[in-house]
C-alpha cells in the first residue's frame, strides 16, 4: 500500500489573518521536516486567539497561563509526523513587537518552533533552548532563500 501524500493544513480556529505565500510555506515545512530526518503524515497549524489557546493550555496541560503555541504530537517515536499545532496570532505579534521584528518573522519562527519540537528538539534546559534557538535562526534564513 503506497503512504498518504504528506499534508501540512493552515486552519483557523475563531480569527482569520492573511498567511502569505501558503503553498511555498507548506513545501517548506515539509522540507524542514525531511532534513531533520522526519516525515509527514498529517501536520495542522491551527490559528487562533489568545483566549482560544488560553483555554486549551487551561484544559489539556492545567497551565493558567497565554502562550504562543501548544504542540499535540499524536504520532509514536519514528513513525511520520501527525500533530495539531495550536498558535496564538495575538500572542505572536505582541512578541514581534517586543522583539522588534517583522510579524511574519515572529510567525514563521514559531511554527518551526512547533515542527522542531516534533522532529525532537526540546526548550526545558538552557543548553535545549539554545539548541532550538539556534536551529529556528538555521531554518528562518534557510527559508529566505527556499524556492
Not at 513587537?97 to 518552533?113: G, I
Amino acid at each position: 500500500m503506497k503512504p498518504a501524500k504528506p499534508q501540512i493544513r493552515f486552519q483557523f480556529a475563531d480569527l482569520r489573518f492573511s498567511l502569505k505565500e501558503r503553498t511555498r510555506l507548506k513545501a517548506f515545512l515539509l522540507h524542514l521536516a525531511e532534513e531533520e530526518g522526519r516525515r509527514v503524515e498529517a501536520v495542522h497549524y491551527i490559528f487562533c486567539t489568545d483566549a482560544y489557546l488560553l483555554e486549551i493550555n487551561r484544559s489539556h496541560l492545567n497551565h493558567d497561563t497565554y502562550t504562543d503555541i501548544i504542540t499535540f504530537p499524536y504520532s509514536e517515536a519514528g513513525a511520520p509526523l501527525h500533530s495539531d499545532i495550536f498558535i496564538s496570532v495575538e500572542r505572536v505579534r505582541e512578541n514581534a513587537l517586543a522583539f522588534d521584528v517583522a510579524f511574519e518573522t515572529e510567525l514563521y519562527r514559531v511554527m518551526f518552533h512547533g515542527l522542531l519540537h516534533l522532529c525532537g528538539y526540546k526548550d526545558k534546559s538552557k543548553a535545549e533552548v539554545q539548541l532550538m534557538r539556534q536551529r529556528e535562526d538555521f531554518w528562518l534564513a534557510a527559508y529566505s532563500r527556499f524556492t
